[in-house]
């Protein structure tokens, strides 16, 4: 087990992290539980990013791609719903739909109906990566659940909706 000393309120978010790495290597609790989810997402990432520079991109973070994803989905989407869908302050997506602009992914332009919001739409550049990017996406699917039966995957996400559910209550 391991103790600090000197402990006060402001120090709160460093000993949730130092009780991540306190506890014995083999049993999952919920103190590895929040180190086991970043760990699986930095893995995923450095995957993406290694996938995405092989077929020439390598201007923009996969932490960019659920903005993407949603302005696809979408066709072209408003600003305001991008930002509700994708659960980040209006000013960090604004900041990356701005980036994302700045490289040609994405362009901005007034709604002809409401010009007081902003609809942004992929750039054909973007719209021809579509492909590469959903191959690469279906390589990490493959890597994420090699070995797991389709039961399993059923039960893991099953688990995974409760715990997203209980962060939103």
């Known amino acids: 087990m391991c103790r600090i000393r000197n402990f006060d309120s402001g120090n709160f978010f460093l000993l949730t992290h130092i009780n991540l790495f306190c506890t014995k290597p083999n049993m999952i609790t919920n103190k590895t539980f929040l180190y086991k989810l970043s760990n699986i997402r930095q893995i995923a990432f450095s995957f993406l990013e290694s996938e995405m520079k ?56 007034s709604d002809p109906d409401d010009g007081r919001r902003t609809i942004v739409q992929l750039t054909p550049q973007c719209k021809s990566n579509i492909e590469a990017v959903s191959d690469i996406s279906s390589k990490l699917k493959q890597k994420l659940f090699k070995g797991m039966s389709e039961e399993e995957q059923s039960i893991l996400f099953m688990l995974l909706n409760k715990v997203e559910k209980n962060l939103k209550i």
């Not at 869908?85 to 332009?109: A, F, H, M, P």
């Open 54 to 109: 092989k077929i020439g991109i390598n201007d923009i973070p996969p932490s960019y791609g659920d903005i993407l994803y949603l302005i696809y989905n979408e066709e072209s989407g408003h600003l305001k719903d991008i930002v509700n869908k994708s659960r980040k302050d209006k000013s960090t997506v604004s900041n990356i739909i701005n980036q994302l602009e700045q490289r040609g992914y994405v362009e901005k332009k």
